[in-house]
């Protein structure tokens, strides 16, 4: 029997920290990007998580980043889908009475019990030893996601590994949902790709703004690059480090060969200087030609992109939304 060909609608959320490094071009734009690729029918709602970044950022910066991020990732790729039609590339608060309204109907389904015990809520509350003291959108997180993905019926889910456990607690939400009001939720197929593990250029730790000086900014100067790289941790001939190898890993995602150095690395030879030059100019080659690409964009185009994105996101999540009051019998009294 000839199955049915369902469209495939992919929906993903950015953070929108300002000033990307290398660690989230490879971890998430990249992977975007490829994602993108690999579904060339799929309708595709990429949006800038700006309700969601109020959890731990104050509303100034996060109204100042979500800007510059969607020209970030317009820079770096982006903008090539754009006109396809099938991209829609938009902030989370163009529709933000949309999904938090939807949300709220969610949160039936969750207790505060469980909502603690999402991995990454778990993490971050340890972290910042605020157990107790976080606010209640952080506890919220889980279901805002859930309903960023519903209100778009997603067949597929956010990308990346780490994401992984809310996608589960989406399709816990949608499940309970239809079990109590029929098939109204599609309940999202995860397309988890391996988050590549970049790590400081300096020291331990994962690549990140709060340490700059092991992060290789996107809008770092051609010779900062060359400078941060140069003086990258590697290890002593003969022995491999976490910082080796996370730069061997960038190395490969810029293709440079790093099968030679490490041959010749490994038998005791000194070769971490031509790599690292090699790699130097790769990387400055990107940035600055990231740069360049990014000053040709206008404040206006990102506007009219966003607009337009927002615009499809509000049809598609009104929609849904409409579905979900009826079954509920929660339709306004006109
Ligand atoms: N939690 C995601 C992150 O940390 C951001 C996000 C918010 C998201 N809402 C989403 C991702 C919906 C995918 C789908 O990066």
Redesign the pocket.
Known sequence: MPKEVKKQII?????PTGDLHIGNYLG?VKPLLQTIEKYPDAEIYI?V?DL?GLTDNEAATVAKFRFEVVKDYLALGLDKYINTGRVHLFI?SQIGELVSYLSLFLSRYTTFNDLMRVP?LKEKLRANQTEGQANALLGY?PI??AS??LIHN?TI????Q??LP?LEKTREFGAKFNAEFGEVFTLPQAHSVENLRILSLKGVGKMSKSHPEGALFLSDSEKLVKQKVSRAETATEGTISPNLESLLTIAKEFNVNTAEFLTDHMAGKQVAGLFKKELCERLADFVVNFQKKRATIADAEVMKIIIDGGRAARINATKTLDIVKNVMKFNYIK
Do not use: N, S
């Open positions: 929906v993903t959320g950015i953070r998430a949006f998580a969601h989370q990454t997180y805002l996601m960023d993905i997603a889910g956010p990308i990346g780490d994401q809310h």
